[in-house]
Structures are given as structure tokens and as C-alpha cells.
């Protein structure tokens, strides 16, 4: 079976908060599932089926099903990290081709400025040998770009035209956290947060969150919006696996994005547009090797001298701002690249950064930790 | 040089006790496939090559760091996380215990350095050869 034109995403829905101390995460939950709901022109009596992630309080998606008052046919509470928003879009559209629900909520919000949170989940089989190695997300990427760089001399200078492509986009977008265009050398004299990261090579903290609406055809068909197909989607978790023939240059992308580009039927030339998980440069680098829009190694070549963007680039990637510049609600990236892919689809971007027919879009994501255990997936979407 | 990073004592299981009793000993366990023979780490009661059973063998406690990131902000900068491939072949996410961050390297080699921590077993980081 296929998801292959069996799913569509209805509705999309970004908060524009980026600081929430006067909200709770399930009111923000539903602020975002309101807010797709409206962007479709849905009702929440519409929804049968819900998708959240670790982020929803509660237990699974019990307690943000009641709270919110939906009545669903079908949950699924998938975590891989901040990649588990473009996962639930293909575990949505693979309930609805089996026909399990024909409208499907995913939610995502959290509030990590204003109640930070830890890490660790009790009980982790890993927890006792690595509990105590001082690893934050800093240093673990950290130690995928010292890697990158042994191997394949990559420089910073490289990676700082991730975050300058990044920052020219976020000009436009009026909600964007960070709005001022940098440079190479702003990002490489920011300060060095754990080598060879510095402050501008990370992602922004913001409270907020996101929504998306994945529906079957005929539902899809019946609205007034523009028809984004879900066209191809994979999915994949790597780990140090004992630790033999580790590999930090690799991710799991390069299982999710060869898959969803078979099940699309098409390949990375082909991509209008690419929607690539940001939570560092890095991640950005190493996932456009893993998919295929360059050789492994070439990332900092493909990257450098603007390519990626909009209107002059090669690959416009990100044209929201991304997590670099945007918004990376509560610690997790996933959602807001399948929302701005869809902008772009449906021809709703700034038009400052909005690519012309655009008709193929990819929104891909790395959730967990790059440099000890993560989830990977990618997304194939298409204007129909 | 900053307050040094005070080490959370890790929380072992019944599986996992025996680590952390060898480690008190100063001896670093590895896992070792009765089926396969692959070794691996962190050690476990099963292969995570082929789910075979295992047994937990001493590591020389020698390697070379396969990458490192030093964390330059925040309570206990600097200091610096690495994976460590032992010479039996698994590598260890671990800590480098030096006073000299900056001479660290991809390549050199260290030799394992057990720590205290607070409250618990000691855990098992590295220092460069010779320091």
C-alpha cells in the first residue's frame, strides 16, 4: 500500500506567540488546533482522528483528546523528537488510505522559555552510562560538526552561510524571533557555545506551537483551499547501536529521504523547495547530504555563497526563517517545516521569498539527539 | 578554570549493577556476543547485533577520540564530551578529564580515568595519555 495522493494537508496553522507566560500548554494546544481548523475550514466535531507527540501533556493523546473534547476513531502519540510532526503527517495519511479516519489533528505546542523542562526520560535503558556525561544538544551536534570537519573538511565559514540564508528570510516574516539579516562573520565572532558551535550556528527557544490538518480526498476536494497531496513520506531511528562503526556524519535521513522520495516517485532535483529541520546548521548540512541534493562530504560547498536562498540560491530552504530565526516551539522543529512547505505550495509565502510554481516541496527532520540517538523523517508533498 | 562540573551519580539497574561494581574496582566492562562475538557498549543482557546472550568482559581502557565538543557556557564549562573508540572496537560517550580543553584532538589517544560522582559509583571518563 501507498500513501501516494491518499492524504491531503487541509489546514496549517503556526501560533504567533514566541513567548507565552500567561498561557498553559494544553491552552496553546488548542489555540493551534483552532487555528488549523479555521485555516481548512473545518470543525472541530470534523476531527477523528489525533496525533501529538512527548510534548502534550498528559498521557499519550488522552488527556489533550479530552481536554480539547474530540471524538476520534484513531490516536497515535509517535515520538521521535521534534521530527514527530512530519512522521504523524505520514502515519495520518496511512490511517486515512486504510480508512481508519478521514480527518486528522496533529497538535504541537510547549512553553520551554517561560517553564524550561529537563531531558532523560526515567527508566531509558542508556540513562545509567550516559545520565552523567553532561550531554545537551549543543555539544552532542557539536560533536557531528567537529566530525564532519575532520572528515571532510568542512568549515564554519560553511556553516555560517546556513544561518546567513536563513536570517535574510526571517526579514520578512513579521513574527520571526530574530529578524536582523547576518553575516558570515557575525555568526562566526557570536560566542562559542560548544565547539565548533557558536550562538549563531544554534536555533532559537520559543514558546508556541503548530497544527496541521491531514485529510482524505474527498474531504480535501470539498474545501476552499489550495490541494497539497501528501506524496511520498519515510521514516527512520539511528543510534550508536553498541557503539561499533559509529557514525556521527550520517543521520537517519539518509534511510526517511530515499524512501520518500521512491514512494514520490521523484528525486531531490526535482524539489522546488525544502523545508530542512534547523535546530543547528549542522543538522541542515547533514540532512541535504543524507537526501540526496549533494554527495556526502559536499555539504559545505552546496551550502556556502547563499545557495540556499530564496529567489538567487540553488536550494531555497527555510524561507520562514526556520528554527535559526523563526520559531522552534518548544524545543521541537518538526512542525513548523511542514507548515512553511505547505505556504509555499499553496503560494501563501512572503512574497519576498515565495518561489514561483512551486509544485514539489520536501519538509524533512531530525528529532532527539543527532549525536546519540534521533529519529529522521521526510515528507513529499506536492500542489496538485 | 571555572567550579569543576559536579558529576550526577548514575542510577544503575538490576541489569546494569555489576557495571558499576566492576567500575568501583576501577575496571571498565564491555559486552562481548556468546553468538556472534561482536563486542559493544554500553554493555546489556542482550546483542544489540543479533540478540544473542552476552558476556561482560574487561576493556583495556585504552582508545582514541573519534569526536569531541567542548561546552564553553553554563554551570561546569569548560568541559568536554567526546566518544572514546576503544581498541576493542565500541566507542563510549564520555567525558575528557583534562585541565587543557584546547589541546584535545581527533585521533589522540587516552586512557580511561575513573571520576567520582555525587553520591554514587565513580563513571568511567578518559584522559590523554600521559596526563
Same mark, same amino acid.
Given at each position: ?24 500548554? &494544553? ?93 532523560? &526520560? ?68 557570536? &560566542? ?65 529521504? +530515499? ?126 | ?37 561482536? &563486542? ?7 546483542? +544489540? ?83
Amino acid at each position: 500500500m501507498t500513501i501516494r495522493n491518499k492524504a491531503y494537508i487541509a489546514g496549517a496553522f503556526e501560533h504567533p506567540t514566541r513567548l507565552a507566560p500567561d498561557k498553559s500548554t &494544553p491552552q496553546l494546544h488548542a489555540e493551534c488546533a483552532a487555528g488549523a481548523l479555521a485555516d481548512a475550514g473545518l470543525s472541530l466535531k470534523d476531527v477523528d482522528g489525533y496525533f501529538c507527540a512527548g510534548d502534550a501533556p498528559g498521557f499519550g493523546g488522552m488527556s489533550m483528546i479530552d481536554y480539547m473534547g474530540l471524538k476520534v476513531r484513531h490516536t497515535d502519540s509517535t515520538e521521535t523528537g521534534g521530527s514527530s510532526y512530519i512522521l504523524h503527517v505520514s502515519h495520518a495519511a496511512q490511517a486515512i488510505a486504510a480508512g481508519h479516519c478521514s480527518v486528522a489533528l496533529i497538535t504541537l505546542a510547549g512553553r520551554p522559555r517561560s517553564e524550561p523542562f529537563g531531558r532523560f &526520560p526515567g527508566g531509558a535503558p542508556e540513562a545509567p552510562f550516559e545520565g552523567w556525561v553532561g550531554s545537551t544538544t549543543h555539544n552532542s551536534y557539536g560533536m557531528c560538526a567537529a566530525r564532519h570537519m575532520h572528515e571532510y573538511g568542512t568549515t564554519s565559514e560553511q556553516l555560517a552561510w546556513i544561518k546567513v540564508a536563513a536570517s535574510t528570510h526571517a526579514q520578512y516574516n513579521e513574527h520571526a524571533m530574530l529578524r536582523d539579516v547576518v553575516t558570515v562573520d557575525d555568526v562566526l565572532n557570536s &560566542p562559542m557555545i560548544s565547539d565548533p558551535l557558536h550562538r549563531l550556528d544554534c536555533c532559537v527557544v520559543s514558546d508556541g506551537g503548530g497544527a496541521l490538518l491531514v485529510v482524505a480526498p474527498e474531504v480535501a476536494k470539498s474545501l476552499k483551499r489550495p490541494l497539497v497531496a501528501v506524496r511520498g513520506a519515510g521514516e527512520a531511528v539511528k543510534g550508536p547501536r553498541g557503539g561499533m562503526n559509529l557514525d556521527l556524519t550520517t543521520s537517519a535521513a539518509a534511510v526517511s529521504g +530515499p524512501a520518500a522520495f521512491a514512494e514520490a516517485g521523484c528525486t531531490p532535483a526535482d524539489m522546488k523547495y525544502a523545508s530542512i529541520y534547523d535546530s543547528f546548521t549542522i543538522t541542515v548540512l547533514i540532512q541535504l547530504e543524507d537526501l540526496g541534493f549533494c554527495k556526502k562530504g559536499e555539504g559545505g560547498r552546496f551550502v556556502a555563497e547563499g545557495n540556499l536562498i530564496s529567489g538567487t540560491g540553488k536550494l531555497p530552504f527555510n524561507t520562514d526563517g526556520g528554527g535559526l530565526c523563526n520559531n522552534h516551539p518548544t524545543n521541537r522543529g518538526g512542525i513548523t517545516k511542514v507548515i512553511e512547505a505547505v505556504r509555499q505550495l499553496r503560494g501563501e509565502a512572503h512574497p519576498a521569498v515565495q518561489v514561483p510554481n512551486c509544485d514539489l516541496a520536501v519538509a524533512t527532520g531530525i528529532g532527539g539527539s543527532l549525536g546519540v540517538r534521533h529519529g529522521a523523517a521526510t515528507l513529499v508533498l506536492e500542489r496538485q | 578554570m571555572s567550579d569543576p562540573r559536579k558529576i550526577p551519580a548514575p542510577q544503575p539497574n538490576v541489569e546494569n549493577q555489576r557495571f558499576f561494581d566492576a567500575a568501583a574496582q576501577g575496571k571498565l566492562l564491555i559486552g562481548q556476543c556468546d553468538a556472534c562475538g561482536q &563486542p559493544h557498549y554500553y554493555p546489556r543482557a542482550t546483542c +544489540p547485533f543479533c540478540f544473542g546472550a552476552t558476556t561482560w568482559v574487561e576493556s583495556g581502557g585504552k582508545g582514541e577520540i573519534y569526536s569531541l565538543s567542548t561546552m564553553r557556557r553554563g554551570a561546569g564549562a569548560p568541559y568536554t564530551l567526546a566518544y572514546v573508540t576503544l581498541d576493542e572496537g565500541p566507542a563510549v560517550l564520555t567525558n575528557i578529564a583534562t585541565d587543557d580543553h584546547d589541546s584535545l584532538a581527533i585521533g589522540q589517544r587516552v586512557s580511561v580515568r575513573f571520576t567520582p560522582t555525587e553520591g554514587g559509583p565513580p563513571v568511567p571518563m578518559f584522559a590523554p595519555e600521559g596526563e
